[in-house]
């Protein structure tokens, strides 16, 4: 059984920087593609950030530049460093594993079988 939980959400004010947590178990996180997806109200799952087992990272437009992902496999935990945080980036947020390690240029949520139960950033103005 592969479990997800996030970490490291809250209420912060534009500007400053948050780090984003997902200890997995059931899976290692070297051997599986690993991301990150954000929900907003009234708004679908959108991608983020990821990173696939051979290291490889991709971005969300939105993020590139400002959001990291990164893994420590002695953990098993991936991470989500989030830098000049702006409202728009109030969201949900979730991580999400593909344990085939699949490739697919334009990552969505339907690559992914495992979630986790998400953890709310809020980005005041």
């Known amino acids: 059984q592969v479990q997800l939980v996030e970490s490291g959400g809250g209420l912060v004010q534009a500007g400053v920087s948050l780090k984003l947590s997902c200890g997995v178990s059931g899976r290692t996180v070297s051997s599986a593609a690993m991301a990150w997806f954000c929900q907003a109200p009234g708004k679908e799952r959108e991608f983020v950030a990821r990173?696939?087992?051979?290291?490889?990272?991709s971005y969300a437009g939105p993020v590139k530049g400002r959001f990291t992902i990164s893994r420590d496999n002695a953990k098993n935990t991936v991470y989500l460093q989030m830098n000049s945080l702006k409202p728009e980036d109030t969201a949900v947020y979730y991580c999400?594993?593909?344990?085939?390690?699949?490739?697919?240029?334009?990552?969505?949520?339907?690559?992914?079988?495992?979630w986790g139960q998400g953890t709310q950033i809020t980005v005041s103005s």
């Open positions: 990173i696939r087992s051979s290291g490889y990272t």
């Open positions: 999400a594993t593909d344990i085939n390690n699949r490739f697919y240029w334009s990552p969505a949520p339907g690559q992914y079988e495992y």
